[in-house]
């Protein structure tokens, strides 16, 4: 089954320990992102990647960090949590950029 | 700048009555991309439907359609005969040329909410 696949589904953590969330396509899509979804703000783009080594910021990248080292994973790392980070993240690919994009199940993360 | 406006906020109706959630977007590019997407109360976000702006032509899929007007700026969703499935709240978004990064410009959302 296509799909977009992330890991963990739920996580409470404590501020300033660091943490890494999973994301991984089986579609051999080039083009991968993380979105946070906040109530009132909606969804923003936090980074991007158009292929393997290539990542960019986003909207609000302040406090992520990404990396791309193969096609299918690209997992959103952060060094040292803080409350404003509390969230729901989502993890999207695309066969190209402005093409449609695939969500995976999302990530409800909470930092106390 | 990118903008996309949803001013429904929420919509209330009774199943098998017909519904449109409003979109309205702001863009200098000549190329862009308008989606629609779909997101129950489980969470996740459903890809609907993606429009060129070279392409006006209308779309129906089952009970959804698209009204796409460049002239307006607006990228009307119609859900006929609704039903209890179809509440959610629907995004619609836009996106630049693949130069810009691709990044998809939400609007606010329409919570939508089917009663039976």
């Known amino acids: 089954e296509a799909q977009v696949t992330q890991n963990p589904r739920y996580l409470i953590t404590v501020t300033g320990k660091k943490l890494t969330v999973t994301c991984s396509q089986n579609?051999?899509?080039?083009?991968m992102s993380w979105y946070r979804q906040d109530p009132g703000l909606g969804l923003r783009q936090i980074y991007y990647?158009?292929?393997?080594?290539?990542?960019d910021k986003g909207d609000v990248p302040e406090g992520y960090k990404v990396s791309r080292k193969e096609k299918r994973n690209f997992p959103l790392i952060l060094e040292s949590p803080s409350p404003n980070q509390t969230s729901l993240y989502f993890c999207?690919?695309?066969?190209?950029?402005?093409?449609?994009?695939?969500f995976g199940p999302g990530t409800r993360l909470t930092v106390t | 700048a990118q903008k996309v406006t949803q001013a429904q906020t929420e919509i209330s109706v009774v199943e098998k009555e017909d519904v449109t959630l409003d979109c309205v977007y702001e863009?200098?590019?000549?190329?862009?991309?308008l989606f629609w997407y779909k997101q129950p109360p489980s969470g996740e976000l459903v890809f609907l439907i993606r429009?060129?702006?070279?392409?006006?032509q209308n779309e129906i899929s089952g009970r959804y359609s698209w009204n796409f007007q460049k002239s307006t700026s607006s990228f009307n969703f119609t859900i006929t005969a609704s039903q209890v499935v179809d509440s959610a709240v629907y995004f619609c978004?836009?996106?630049?040329?693949?130069?810009?990064?691709?990044?998809?410009?939400f609007g606010q959302g329409t919570e939508l909410s089917v009663k039976p």
């Open positions: 999207a690919s695309s066969p190209r950029g402005p093409y449609e994009q695939y």
């Open positions: 579609m051999n899509h080039e083009y």
């Open positions: 990647s158009m292929n393997v080594e290539v990542t």
């Open positions: 863009t200098r590019d000549t190329t862009y991309y």
């Open positions: 429009r060129n702006s070279f392409d006006e």
């Open positions: 978004a836009l996106s630049g040329s693949y130069n810009q990064g691709g990044k998809l410009i």
